[in-house]
């Protein structure tokens, strides 16, 4: 297989040390007793990431598990839960909620801007009767960034509980889940902490975890269960065996991050971004995005004229650059450069937006200035 220059949204590029320790020799993960201390430990070190107290667990299965573990372990029939939308990921919240039997109410926002917490609030004053509210951080598809730092307190005050989606944010973007009163927010290995897809991991509050205690049915699922973890330490026993080489490889990823300093990490991914954003409209493209850019993803418009498709093909096929189209509502509508993570480095963003312009340029879109310099001169 020849391996591309992956500049996606997520899965991302991983680190050699990260590869590494995945090829580690390892032990029976379910009945050898160091693993416990191994699991809680890198739980921890999750913990210091998301600046929190509160439980965190790592689950085996992608982002989408999270998700879907986060909703069937909370809702029950006829529940009813918010469901934040501004977007593909922030829409598709509600099938799960549907699935495990709860109706979901949406908040609709704009989904060129980030939701405005004004308008949130003047909608919570007329109905507030929630069990929990659904968020999307970053979502992927258009990169707006919602501000969960005034959205889960503004839920909280209302008494719901708040379930983030930051597949697509942390690592990239600050999250502090105790200063901010989140109760269950959930990340995937493959996007800004650049270890290979496979793992989710959650952090759930007291608040969440009583909410799942106090249901008067039982949890409709084994897998997507976050009780059958609560008690794993104590009782050593995994509902499952957990994919122990995943892990070991998630654990360094973290102090690969953790070691950078956090601050450091998101300061790298606003410079990267808002230099990014500057050289791209310097150029005469069009972002997506009118209000609230993630730093993790840059979303531009398709030129009139050009096949999103043709252009990326053009691009992984005579230089092996890998960037994204999109979906749903936005397919063949924009093209996106995931620098998250590890991709989120200035000689690779820089590389992909020559790139890029070479790709245009074929295709007959004359570009005034050399938008990798461009993106250069911003730093
Ligand atoms: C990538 C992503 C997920 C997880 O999707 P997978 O298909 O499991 O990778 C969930 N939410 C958001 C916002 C994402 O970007």
Redesign the pocket.
């Known amino acids: 297989m020849k391996v591309p220059y992956i500049m996606t ?2 899965p991302t590029q991983v680190r050699e040390n990260v590869r590494m320790a995945r090829a580690l020799e390892t032990t029976n993960p379910d009945l050898d007793l160091q693993f416990y201390d191994f699991y809680k430990e890198t739980c921890e070190k999750i913990g210091e990431f998301l600046k929190t107290k509160n439980e965190v667990r790592i689950l085996s299965g ?3 598990l999270g ?1 879907e573990a986060a909703c069937a372990s909370l809702t029950e029939k006829g529940d009813r839960v918010l469901v934040i939308d501004n977007g593909i ?1 922030g829409e598709g919240f509600a099938d799960f909620v549907n699935i495990y039997g709860g109706e979901a109410v949406f908040f609709k926002g704009d989904r060129k801007k980030k939701i405005d917490e004004a308008e949130l609030k003047q909608f919570l004053d007329k109905d507030r009767d929630f069990k929990y509210a659904t968020v ?1 951080h ?3 598809p258009s990169g707006v960034l919602n501000d969960i730092s005034k959205i889960c307190p503004l839920l909280k005050e209302y008494g719901i509980i708040t379930v983030v ?1 930051s ?2 944010a942390m690592g990239g973007e600050d999250v502090r889940v105790d200063d901010w009163r989140i109760d269950i927010v959930l990340g ?1 290995s ?2 800004c902490v650049s270890a290979p ?1 496979g793992l989710t991991f959650l952090s759930i509050s007291e608040d969440a975890f009583k909410a799942m205690e106090s249901r008067k049915t039982p949890i409709a699922s084994f897998y997507c269960s976050l009780l059958a973890w609560k008690n794993y330490y104590e009782d050593k026993w995994f509902p499952y065996t957990p994919p122990i080489s995943d892990i070991i490889g998630l654990r360094v990823a973290f102090d690969n991050i953790l070691k950078e300093g956090l601050d450091n990490v998101y300061k790298r991914h606003e410079k990267i971004a808002k230099s990014a954003r500057k050289a791209i409209q310097s150029a005469g493209l069009k972002l997506y995005i009118k209000k609230g850019f993630s730093n993790t993803v840059t979303v531009i418009e398709v030129p009139e004229g050009i096949d999103d498709k043709l252009l990326r093909d053009y691009m992984l096929k005579e230089y092996n650059v890998f960037i994204a189209g999109s979906f749903g509502y936005l397919g063949g509508k924009v093209i996106r450069i995931g620098h998250m993570g590890e991709n989120a480095r200035e000689d690779k963003v820089s590389y992909t937006l020559f790139v890029l312009q070479r790709a245009l340029e074929h295709f007959g879109v004359n570009i005034e200035v050399n938008l990798s310099q461009e993106f250069l001169n911003k730093f």
């Open positions: 949204p997520g992608e982002g989408i998700l990921f999307v970053c979502d992927t989606d597949v697509a995937g493959q996007k897809p």
